[in-house]
């Protein structure tokens, strides 16, 4: 296989154990701690049943509006696995709906990221699947190539390479890249912690936001 059409297996990915710590802590959180450069952009919406997911990315890259080998990664991809599409962001032609979802499910594939846009919403709202996308047309897709599976990829303005650590909520995709993982994760899970503490002041109502105090004396406000 040549350049922009070719496959390779995805051969390392990052423990699952991590996974399921990520899967718990809220994509807002980890953006946080990785000082917020490693989200997606903005405009990705959670289309499937499940709307919390972490797993290791399987990568695809796909010519606008052809799913060939979309169709190839769901078979290749394992359980557990995210498989992210960098789909060119076209929302023109939906790359992917209810029939490769429902089998992506079958086959235990925990989400489907997809830069692009796809259809059959209802049905994938009641999948055991996360689906991520950017939008939803009726137009169906090609399906005759090129493309490449198990290389780096772009996908929402973030390189993704295979087997770093994926993570999506009802906000968006945190990409972490697999060196990173772990440090991220313990991260995530102290700020959230901090913010599960923070929350419980607001319902007692005695939040004190001391830095804000702070903040306001060092700009001359007197701290009011």
């Known amino acids: 296989m040549t ?6 297996p995805v051969t390392t990915r990052v423990d699952p154990a991590l996974c399921a710590r ?6 807002a959180n980890l953006g ?3 000082n917020r450069i490693q989200t997606m952009r903005g405009g990705f919406r959670a289309f499937g049943g499940r709307r919390q997911v972490a797993g290791p990315a399987f990568t695809v890259r796909a010519r606008s509006g052809d799913n060939l080998m979309l169709h190839r990664a769901i078979d290749m991809a394992e359980p557990g696995d995210v498989i992210v599409v960098d789909a060119g962001g076209d929302l023109a032609i939906a790359i992917t709906g209810e029939l490769m979802m429902g089998w992506a499910a079958k086959r235990g594939i925990a989400a489907v990221v997809v830069d692009g ?11 055991h699947l996360g689906v991520w996308a950017c939008g939803v047309t009726p137009s169906g897709p090609y399906k005759d190539g090129p493309g490449e599976i198990g290389y780096p990829v772009s996908c929402g ?8 650590l994926i993570m999506a909520d009802e906000d968006g995709v945190v990409v972490l890249p697999a060196a ?3 440090a991220a994760v313990a991260a995530g899970e ?4 901090k913010e599960v503490e923070a929350q419980a002041a607001i319902d007692s109502g005695r939040w004190e936001r001391d830095w804000v105090v702070a903040a306001l004396r060092a700009k001359g406000c007197g701290g009011a």
């Open 3 to 8: 350049l922009g059409f070719r496959i390779r």
């Open 22 to 27: 990520a899967a718990r802590v809220p994509a």
């Open 32 to 34: 946080d701690v990785v």
């Open 117 to 127: 846009a796809v259809r059959d919403v209802a049905q994938l709202g009641a999948m």
């Open 157 to 164: 303005g973030q390189v993704v390479m295979p087997g770093d």
């Open 180 to 182: 990173d993982a772990a």
């Open 190 to 193: 102290a700020h959230n912690a």
